[in-house]
């Protein structure tokens, strides 16, 4: 990469989110010099890693690294340390809870006859704020939080959501090169180049998740809900499963983790959705 000008990141570690800049060139320079300002050079226990602040994907690569934005968050950690993503730490919290209250909630509504308890249950979810019609970040500041200025509208951030996500699964699917056979190996990084250019020519199937694209190419309706496909060995979901993440910040954020096959990977198990 010589001769490539450096762009600019931010930079922090785990417990602490105070941000620096680094200019960089690539993955390996951004490390050495994130680690200086960080004061963590020193530090000996095994080699320093760098993943999104948003959704804690592993820039693995210099391909990948290669084409992050400017001014891309990232967090630096230890080889023994993990980043889940900015709000999902709160998420996973809630999903554990709510497996273990399920049960119960459904019980007292059972009991309840006149559906008193039931009308105030609609009642709190008709107060919760739909902000699903306005598009722009004049129209409703809240869901831009943390959402880099160059971004005006929804449909932009979400195109960029998509971008990004898809960028991950590539990139894991190429450190997932390391584990294939070595007689295997070279038909795999084969099939990788013809992904790897095919997501290239498709701009990394950004419509996915704009509700302006055309019908048959987006994974919402209109509105910008999401339906939940089901386990990639079913037809559907048989709990139903909705979220827009165009509705308010809290809906974005939780989508963040939201696989549409059903099940977001968390630690060591696996939460359906």
């Known amino acids: 990469m010589e001769g490539d000008s450096p762009r600019m990141f931010r930079v922090r570690v785990p417990s602490d989110a105070q941000r620096f800049g680094v200019a960089a ?9 994130a680690a200086r300002k960080l004061k963590l050079a020193e530090r000996r226990d095994g080699p ?63 009991n309840d006859p006149n559906g008193k308890l039931t009308n105030i249950l609609k009642n709190f979810l008709n107060s919760i704020e739909d902000c699903s ?20 509208h929804k449909r932009e951030e ?14 894991d699917a190429v450190a997932y090169k390391n584990k294939v056979p070595m007689e295997h190996q070279k038909r795999y990084e084969e099939l990788l180049q013809l992904i790897r250019n095919e997501l290239k020519t ?3 199937n950004q419509d996915y998740f704009d509700r302006s694209a ?9 509105n910008g ?10 037809q559907d979901c048989q709990y139903q499963h909705k979220i827009n993440p165009y509705a308010n910040w809290e809906s ?8 549409l096959d059903h099940r977001c990977r968390t630690g060591a198990r696996q939460w359906r959705w």
């Not at 060139?25 to 010099?33: A, I, M, R, W």
């Not at 979400?158 to 990139?171: F, P």
């Not at 974005?252 to 696989?259: A, G």
């Open 25 to 33: 060139v690539s993955l390996y320079q951004l490390l050495t010099k």
């Open 158 to 171: 979400m195109r960029h959501r998509c971008k990004t996500r898809m960028r991950g699964y590539l990139s």
């Open 133 to 152: 019609e306005r598009e722009s970040r004049q129209d409703d500041p809240t869901w831009f939080e943390g959402v880099e200025n160059r971004f005006k």
């Open 202 to 204: 498709q701009c990394f």
């Open 214 to 222: 055309a019908v048959e190419v987006r994974l919402c309706d209109n």
């Open 48 to 110: 320093l890693r760098v993943c999104l602040e948003e959704d804690g994907t592993e820039v693995g690569d210099e391909e990948y690294f290669s084409v992050l934005d400017r001014n891309t968050c990232l967090v630096i950690l230890k080889h023994n340390e993990r980043w889940t993503g900015v709000g999902v730490h709160a998420v996973s919290h809630a999903m554990v809870h709510f497996e273990r209250c399920t049960h119960d909630v459904l019980e007292i509504f059972r």
């Open 252 to 259: 974005r954020i939780q989508f963040s983790v939201w696989n």
């Open 225 to 234: 809900q999401f339906s939940c496909q089901g386990a990639y060995n079913k």
